[in-house]
C-alpha cells in the first residue's frame, strides 16, 4: 500500500494530501467541491498547474477504487438531490508517510 500511495501521480498524491488535510481537521465526510477547494489553496502552495473540478472528481474516483478513499451517498431529497461525502478510508499515518516520502514538492507540503 505504501508503494502504490508513493507513486500515485502528483495530482493524485495533491488530491489526497487536500483530503488528510481536512480529515485531520476533523472535517470529513466532506463533498468533493471541499476537497477541490482545498487542492486550490495547496497547488497554489507549491506553484503548480491547478487542473480542473472534472480532472480531480477522476482522481477522486481513481483513489475509490484503489481503497484509499471511501464515499457514502446522501440524498436530500427533489431539491437537495443526491451527493456524495468521501473520507479517507485508510489510517492518515500511511497516507502521511507516503506522502512525505513520495514527491519532493508533496512533501513541502508538510513543512507550510
Known sequence: MQDELESLPTQSQLTLFS?????????????R???????QLVA????????SDRT?????SQLRLK?????DERNDGIHGGS?????LDIRQEIVE???QQSNARVSDLFDA
Open 19 to 31: 483530503l488528510l488535510q481536512l480529515e485531520a481537521e476533523g472535517k470529513t465526510p466532506c463533498k
Open 67 to 71: 481503497g484509499f478513499i471511501k464515499h
Open 33 to 39: 467541491s471541499d476537497i477541490y477547494e482545498r487542492y
Open 83 to 87: 451527493y456524495y461525502l468521501y473520507s
Open 97 to 99: 508517510n507516503a506522502l
Open 44 to 51: 497554489n502552495l507549491i506553484d503548480t498547474d491547478i487542473v
Open 56 to 60: 480531480i472528481h477522476d482522481r477522486i
